[in-house]
């Protein structure tokens, strides 16, 4: 962002001598750091670019989840190279910082449950994808919806929650199941029940 503020500075300076007049502005550039040295994180990354016609396009929550992601891989490099100068061993050389994407380069979307709803088992994309609904058949709240782009084609991958079961208390029975060949399943218990032995041996010879 700062290369491309002093090249439009730069340009600009250029058109003023064509012009013969004088440039007033002054070339100021974005400090990602703190006066720590430390990065600034998604809060100044959205501030940022939350006024810019490529984060406008996007539905609010999308471009979030984008800027999310990038913030994750820089914080990901910074962690990166705090262990790189630890321990050189581990790594094959210094950790790069992420990369630009190519012009035509594509990027990873993802929708949260405000921007796809699930109801009778599909999944309902919002208005800019043409309402398009994929069938689903999972029984839990849905949490993200993502879109990963691929050499030739898409890979859809749906987060969902799954509500965890109240665990039943412990009320000191238990049963044990040991599964094997010539004996398909030995169950026993700490109850007084009677063993149950099923034998494997039929089910081996079918096989």
Same mark, same amino acid.
């Given at each position: ?6 090249? $439009? ?24 750091? $703190? ?133 039943? $208390? ?19 218990? $700490? ?17």
């Amino acid at each position: 962002f700062n290369e491309l503020r002093e090249v $439009n500075f730069q340009k600009a300076k250029q058109r003023a001598i064509e012009q013969g007049k004088e440039l007033n502005k002054k070339l100021k550039l974005i400090n990602y750091f $703190n006066e720590n040295n430390k990065y600034l994180g998604y809060d100044f990354l959205e501030y940022l670019v939350k006024d810019g016609i490529d984060y406008k396009s996007l539905m609010a929550q999308v471009s979030q989840q984008t800027l999310k992601l990038l913030d994750k891989n820089w914080i990901s490099f910074f962690e990166s190279i705090k262990d790189w100068s630890k321990h050189k061993e581990k790594y094959n050389g210094r950790p790069k910082l992420p990369n630009y994407k190519k012009k035509n380069g594509k990027n990873i979307l993802v929708f949260t449950n405000q921007n796809c709803k699930q109801k009778e088992g599909y999944i309902q994309f919002p208005k800019c994808f043409n309402k398009y609904e994929l069938k689903t058949n999972i029984n839990a709240k849905l949490q993200q919806v993502r879109i990963l782009p691929r050499n030739k084609h898409y890979v859809i991958e749906v987060i969902y929650k799954i509500e965890k079961k109240e665990k039943l $208390n412990d009320n000191g029975k238990y049963i044990s199941i040991d599964v094997g060949l010539d004996n398909f399943a030995t169950v026993v218990n $700490n109850i007084g029940l009677k063993p149950i032995i099923i034998n494997g041996k039929g089910l081996k010879s079918i096989n």
